[in-house]
């Protein structure tokens, strides 16, 4: 997630972000009972997600064995992380507009992900 800052101005290029505004990107991992199990902080907005979580495996992120988080669409499917079907409504709220449910697998797949 992007956590809006300010900064001074000569230190402000590498925080903007993709969506042009001032950020950090943090990355927090969640158990199913809502409990912080892992937070990276402090990278600059313009960090990408996958630099943000390659850097948190290469510094003590655990992946239990047999099992694998859900991420959203910033990152790539691999063996231990599932991500949404790309370019498919997947946000609760699309699904919401005009109450017309899941038309295919892959709209059944991102719905179901955006729920969990």
């Not at 230190?11 to 969506?19: G, I």
């Not at 079907?85 to 017309?100: N, P, T």
């Amino acid at each position: 997630m992007h956590v809006p800052i300010t900064i001074s101005g000569e230190k402000v290029a590498p925080f903007r972000n993709r969506k042009g505004t001032l950020s950090h990107n943090v990355m927090v991992v969640c158990d199913f009972d809502i409990n912080f199990t892992f937070i990276s902080c402090g990278w600059e907005g313009s960090a990408t997600d996958p630099k943000v979580l390659r850097s948190a495996l290469n510094n003590g992120f655990p992946v239990p064995p047999g099992k694998f988080y859900l991420v959203d669409g910033g990152y790539a499917n691999t063996p231990y992380f599932l991500a949404p079907y790309r370019v498919v409504r997947y946000h609760l709220k699309e699904f919401a507009r005009g109450r017309r449910g899941p038309k295919n697998h892959t709209e059944l797949f991102n719905h179901r992900h955006a729920v969990l």
